[in-house]
């Protein structure tokens, strides 16, 4: 264990010039330092920095970690990104608390006991792989892989390239589920449906104006920090003018110019009415009219501009501020003024998130704020809403010799949830199967992601993983003990970020690419291995290498195979900065007017759909011969976007806006025959929730929302950050409270269709009448010390501890929210839930 | 209890340091993992009950007539359940448990360990996957100085064996005697066996005497040794710290 060493030696290493002095920097400094060095407060001992890249949430920021005597002290943003400007959120600061968390797991784990009877043995690495590689072995020979289910709940860059692309496409399972509808599916359904590729990033740089409909860009949101800081700027430098629609006063809303409250699930009521003013008063006149030319708001392609127009005028008629009042408690005079506002500040930003879309129909609603973005000439521009830019890295593809994959068709929820569910409904998954209907896997596993903790109806969610006759074998790969932890029958301790490899790539709001990776500060504590690691290994055991040693090697491969990165000097760059942009880059804006060259399109293989104006290339389509592919059409042969070239628009072929998942054509769709095919509205239009019409007078509307200080599920074992935001009492509006005899502070019972929960109250006109809202984060009744105060015994939750002095851990919402599903998209509708909420019988 | 005013034999010291290594390493090895069906094996060969036993532990009774395979099998999940959770456990690191300590897994406690461990010419090994301040890396620690020790006494070496026990005096009420009284009071709380309750008060009753112990130690340095049929006058090392439990 302990190896002796040369003491002599020790001394030999130790720098003559340090004794002498000579190794002493000049006293004078040139300035402060703003980042990039840190300094051991006790010793003045500059740390140890690594460039590396945040985990807590999807941003996944450009980061440095400092280590001080092995021990990982401190982390901070990274000054050199483009992205962030070296600005770091207090997630990610407080992701110390993953690495520190003294409740970690260190060990393999094999329960003992009855399932989520909370009885465990240590197992060795070996022990747990030949068990799980014999089982996957074992179904990959009968030819049924698809009985491996893989869950995962966050996996970017290499790590998806390396388990997803590689090891699971491998092995064969396309079980595969994620957790995009718990987070924002809708939006990127409706993206799909409207400008192809997934994400909108917000050009708030060279805004003038933004209209933001549910983002709570200043506390959370995907790419949270990158976007926060430089519109914190706009506002505070350039005094632009910030309207945000929010039923709730958060931080964003109380940090903008204006907040309009608004009824829950009546965001697309507002979007669509101010789309009526901007036609009905002529507003789309100038950028919107041009930019007509790329838009489709009518069946077929030959509309001129001017027939467009009365095609958006004659569809948006209905929709006047007026009926929109009725619907959201915006004054219609208020819409109005916004809406001429959006569209006289020229260039104007519109935003939204899950505020607006974790609706029913909420992918309609993106639909819509994409129709008033395009009409007011605020698509793809300096200062509006953007197609994203983000790395392109190349990766070692593994094996040559892949199987097609099989799998379960349980990832898009149960049968009629959603139409088109472009990015699945993963959070239907459990319930998928319970119903059995199309098959149960013989194996679970979830990677990055607590299926009981995260998705609505967490009992159920409980009985399912605890039910043996259900889910055969489950595993489970976290780093911490969690509440679907607690409930697996292998747990593989997965590294903390902190302590692991990886490519980055997230979107950058500069429309320049960033590329970034990931180091680990320190080595693995404990017997913690990174799980793509263990993929490796795995595939090894079931006899098929994927010809990678290491995720480290995979990195390193994707630095040499990417060429942008290669040029900066590759991996050891890489290592050394952490971060590389070119920078001669010009930033990416109006990509669907760059005009395709006629030998893209004039090639063999490439022939012009009719119908949709797309020029397609049918082999990579897979289709036998032209004559079927002009037989077939572009729209009708499956997966014909693979194969899209470009969008002939007046005798010009265009990149368009090339699709994505969907078989649209180049232009911006909101006029969408795909969507019309599914029995829905071909352009956006109003369909309120059935719940919210059968609404009694008592009933609330539950929302949801999280803060600044904590991600969504996988942060509240980070002290630092639960040490401030530890419990969430439900807001609630006091017209609201007064009503029900509720004042603050007291005790209420909230009840929905699911179930019941008790919490305490907030009375607060931060939030409006006939609403209560409650963040997520808290009510962990595992998680470690912490999250839940299930403490060990080492830290007692008492207000005499040293460590932990808060006693109250809040209460979690999702026990009473469905997995209800947009119809449309699959999206969570987590914003929808109709509950009953009275005093509790203790405060009446 | 040693009697300063004896003259000792070094080489009799030199063999009570070996078995305090000894103990040290045994303790080291009952907290570091889950014990084997061979550790079991072992401990209740003659020599050992023996041994046992006269320092208060008898695990006859709890052993009973079951199998050392189905022993193992249930201390392999009290172990689980006590130091490794997950969930609910006791942490064996001093930066967890350290009364006003950091409370953090790794935290500058460690450091602090790690930095014993350098200066008394010490690395952590390269495959090891214990965090330093682990109570087994702690013990382990304390069984090679006092091994270390025990060489020193034998080649009367006194400079060096007066440096190995202010290391030893250092590490125990700088580090392990701060934390490991907490440590212990817990496990005898927690625990539904008695295998580690026994091992715990075992521990702690050695070390409370032991800080003692060693400035008795490092006043017989460079003393003159005494030959012949008296002998050295002292009963010391595990044998001692028997007595003192």
């Known amino acids: 264990m302990l190896n002796r060493r040369n003491i002599l030696q020790m001394g030999a290493a130790v720098p003559l010039a340090a004794l002498t002095g000579e190794a002493l920097t000049p006293r004078v400094s040139a300035g402060p330092v703003i980042g990039g060095k840190d300094f051991s407060p006790t010793t003045g001992k500059e740390r140890q920095a690594i460039p590396s890249a945040c985990w807590q949430c999807v941003t996944r920021c450009p980061s440095i970690s400092y280590v001080e005597d092995g021990r990982l002290v401190k982390i901070e943003g990274q000054p050199k990104s483009i992205r962030t400007h070296g600005v770091m959120c207090a997630k990610g600061q407080g992701g110390v608390g993953q690495f520190s968390d003294p409740d970690r797991i260190l060990h393999p784990m094999r329960r003992v006991g009855k399932r989520g009877e909370g009885k465990w043995k240590r197992i060795s690495w070996d022990e747990a792989l030949d068990e799980i590689s014999g089982r996957m072995k074992k179904l990959r020979d009968e030819g049924t892989p698809e009985k491996f289910c893989f869950h995962y709940g966050r996996m970017k860059a290499s790590h998806s390239k390396l388990i997803k692309s590689v090891f699971l496409a491998t092995y064969g399972t396309g079980t595969i589920g994620n957790h995009t509808s718990i987070c924002e599916g809708a939006k990127w359904t409706a993206q799909e449906m409207t400008w192809g590729g997934h994400y909108d990033n917000w050009d708030v740089d060279h805004t003038n104006y933004v209209l933001n409909f549910g983002s709570n860009v200043f506390e959370a949101h995907t790419n949270h920090i990158p976007v926060a800081h430089r519109l914190i700027a706009r506002l505070s430098e350039k005094n632009i003018h910030m309207v945000t629609f929010d039923v709730r006063l958060s931080n964003t809303a109380a940090k903008s110019s204006e907040w309009v409250p608004i009824k829950p699930g009546t965001d697309r009521a507002v979007v669509l009415a101010m789309c009526n003013v901007v036609m009905s008063e002529d507003l789309y006149k100038g950028e919107g009219e041009e930019f007509l030319k790329f838009v489709k708001v009518t069946a077929g392609r030959s509309a001129t501009v001017d027939e467009k127009i009365a095609a958006l005028k004659a569809h948006l008629a209905e929709f006047t501020p007026e009926w929109a009042e009725g619907i959201s408690g915006v004054s219609a005079d208020k819409i109005r003024e916004i809406a001429r506002e959006v569209a006289t500040n020229k260039p104007a930003c519109i935003i939204s998130y899950r505020g607006a879309v974790a609706h029913h129909h909420g992918a309609d609603t993106e639909r819509a704020v994409q129709m008033l973005a395009s009409i007011t000439g605020n698509i793809d521009n300096p200062g509006g809403r953007c197609k994203a830019v983000g790395a392109s890295w190349k990766y070692p593809k593994g094996p040559k010799d892949k199987p097609k994959s099989r799998k379960l068709k349980i990832l898009d929820g149960l049968k009629g949830a959603a139409k088109m569910p472009t990015h699945h409904v993963s959070h239907q998954v459990l319930k998928m199967i319970k119903d059995g209907s199309a098959g149960r896997p013989d194996i679970y596993m979830w990677y990055c992601y607590t299926p009981v903790y995260a998705n609505g109806e967490v009992q159920e969610n409980i009985d399912i993983l605890k039910d043996e006759e259900l889910i055969p074998f489950s595993v489970c790969v976290n780093p911490f003990y969690d509440e679907s932890a607690a409930l697996a029958d292998i747990i593989l301790p997965d590294t903390p970020y902190t302590e692991r490899w990886g490519t980055e790539d997230m979107v950058s709001p500069a429309q320049i690419p960033e590329y970034y990776i990931r180091q680990p500060a320190v080595k693995p504590l404990g017997e913690c291995r990174d799980f793509a690691d263990v993929c490796i290994d795995l595939a090894d055991r079931m006899g098929f290498p994927l010809g990678i040693k290491s995720h480290e090697e995979f990195v390193m491969q994707a630095c040499e195979m990417t060429p942008t990165v290669k040029a900066a000097g590759g991996f050891e760059y890489m290592k050394a900065n952490g971060v590389y942009h070119d920078p001669e880059a010009k930033p990416r804006f109006y990509s669907y007017m760059n005009i395709i060259k006629p030998e893209k399109y004039e090639k063999d293989g490439v022939v012009l759909d009719p119908d949709t104006g797309v020029y397609w290339d049918w082999k990579k389509a897979h289709v036998a011969s032209e004559e079927e592919a002009l037989a077939k059409g572009y729209t009708h042969t499956k997966k014909s976007y693979k194969a899209y070239i470009g969008q002939e628009i007046d005798g010009v072929v265009y990149s368009g806006f090339k699709p994505d998942k969907l078989n649209k054509s180049g232009y911006m769709e909101l006029y969408s025959e795909i969507v019309e095919a599914h029995d829905l509205s071909a352009m956006p239009s109003w369909t309120p929730a059935p719940e919210h019409v059968a609404m009694k007078p008592d009933d609330l509307i539950l929302t949801t929302y999280k803060v600044a200080t904590q991600i969504h599920s996988r942060s509240a074992n980070c002290k630092y950050l639960t040490e401030i935001y530890h419990d969430n009492p439900a807001w609630i509006n006091p017209a609201t409270a007064a009503e029900r005899g509720i004042t603050e502070g007291n005790t209420i019972t909230v009840n929905s269709e699911f179930g019941e929960i008790k919490t305490t109250v907030r009375v607060t006109p931060a939030v409006v009448p006939g609403t209560i809202a409650i963040a997520h984060h808290c009510g962990h009744w595992e998680y470690g010390r912490y999250a839940s105060g299930k403490n060990s015994p080492e830290g007692q939750p008492s207000p005499k501890a040293e460590k932990i002095w808060w006693t109250t851990h809040g209460m979690h919402p999702n026990w009473i929210i469905g997995t209800k599903a947009d119809p449309i998209s699959g999206q969570m509708r987590w914003m929808d839930t109709v509950v009953q909420v009275e005093k509790a019988m203790a405060d009446a | ?245």
């Open chain 2, 1 to 245: 209890m040693l009697e300063t005013k004896a003259i000792i034999h070094h080489d009799e010291l030199a063999k009570k340091a070996i078995e305090q290594s000894r103990l040290y390493g045994l303790l080291a090895t009952v907290f570091r993992r889950e014990p084997s069906t061979e550790f079991l094996c072992h401990l209740r060969t003659p020599e050992l009950i023996v041994a046992l036993t006269g320092v208060g532990i008898d695990f006859g009774k709890e052993f009973g007539t079951r199998t050392f395979a189905d022993i193992a099998d249930e201390l392999a999940i009290e172990y689980t359940r006590l130091f490794l959770g997950p969930g609910k456990h006791i942490s064996p690191h001093e930066s967890v448990q350290l009364k006003r300590g950091s409370g953090i897994l790794w935290g500058p406690e460690t450091s602090a360990v790690q930095q014993s461990y350098r200066a008394a010419g010490f690395e952590i090994g390269e495959g090891e996957t214990d965090i330093p301040d682990h109570l087994s890396v702690e013990l382990d620690f304390l069984s090679l100085l006092t091994k270390e020790e025990s060489q020193c006494w034998t080649n009367r070496d006194h400079e060096q064996t007066a440096r190995i026990l202010n290391l030893q005096r250092a590490f125990i009420s700088g580090h392990l005697g701060k934390w490991v009284a907490i440590f212990c009071t817990k496990v005898k709380e927690e625990a539904e066996f008695g295998f580690y309750p026994a091992f715990a008060g075992l521990l702690l009753s050695y070390l409370s005497g032991e800080k003692m112990e060693i400035g008795i130690r490092a006043s017989l340095v460079g003393r003159p040794e005494q030959n012949g049929a008296n002998g050295p006058d002292t009963t010391y090392g595990t044998e001692d710290s028997a007595r003192r439990a």
